[in-house]
């Protein structure tokens, strides 16, 4: 079974630019997930999706950060305009009905 | 590839010792426990889980104690190999919203 695709893997940008990551989740999982984890922590959810419904986006800094996931299956993540304090791995994952969080390898964005 | 976990709290042990990872959850709602294993560039991995009408699960080398009245969750490695050696999280999820929540995870160092 395929598991959950990101890419790209690493990103280096300017503060004040723009970045989008792509997360592509497993086959069937209705749930996705975008989690933020900087270095030395838990990941954090940034924003939950239920399908394409918005479950969960009460830590998305939503001034600076949007997701949608259209057809309730491929999902990006947007930052614009960067911060320094950004800079983090970006973790999305999926899951089937209520059980465990499937996690993709994360996309680490270092903003300069 | 980036070191997760510079600054969380360690556990070193020798291989072939058992090893305990203790986690405190925080909300007493949650009926869903999940441990999972992050190795360096890697998206956590599930390891086991456990629901709250239990109390212990097993697994292979694995067993999850869950402790409800002092909300404590406990992994058990048995005969801890170098290839266990990771950030282990604890995450929570109340059915309601199928959130997970992590913990700030604990680093674990197995020494040959």
């Not at chain 1, 918005?54 to 930052?79: C, H, M, N, W, Y």
Request: charged share 20%.
């Amino acid at each position: 079974e395929a598991g959950v695709a990101q890419s790209p893997r690493y990103k280096i940008i300017e503060k004040r630019q723009s970045v989008a990551f792509w997360c592509n989740p497993i086959s069937g999982h209705a749930t996705l997930y975008w989690y933020q984890q900087i270095l030395g922590q838990g990941p954090k959810l940034l924003i939950q999706f239920q399908n394409n419904g918005v479950v969960d986006d009460s830590q998305l800094p939503k001034d600076r950060f949007s997701a949608e996931r259209l057809k309730g299956v491929d999902s990006t993540l947007k930052i614009q305009p960067a911060k320094l304090e950004d800079s983090a791995v970006y973790l999305c994952a999926s899951s089937f009905m209520n059980t465990e969080a499937f996690f993709g390898q994360g996309t680490r964005l270092t903003v300069v | 590839g980036e070191s997760v976990g510079l600054h969380l709290p360690t556990l070193s042990v020798q291989e072939g010792d058992n090893s305990i990872i203790n986690c405190a959850y925080s909300n007493s709602a949650s009926d869903y426990f999940i441990w999972y294993k992050q190795e360096s560039g890697k998206g956590p991995q599930f390891i086991i889980d456990i629901r709250s009408n239990m109390d212990k699960r097993q697994g292979q080398r694995v067993t999850v104690l869950l402790n409800k009245t002092v909300k404590h969750l406990s992994l058990q490695i048995a005969a801890t190999q170098p290839g266990d050696s990771a950030v282990y999280f604890c995450a929570e999820r109340f059915t309601g919203g199928f959130k997970t929540i992590f913990g700030a995870g604990t680093r674990l160092f197995v020494k040959a």
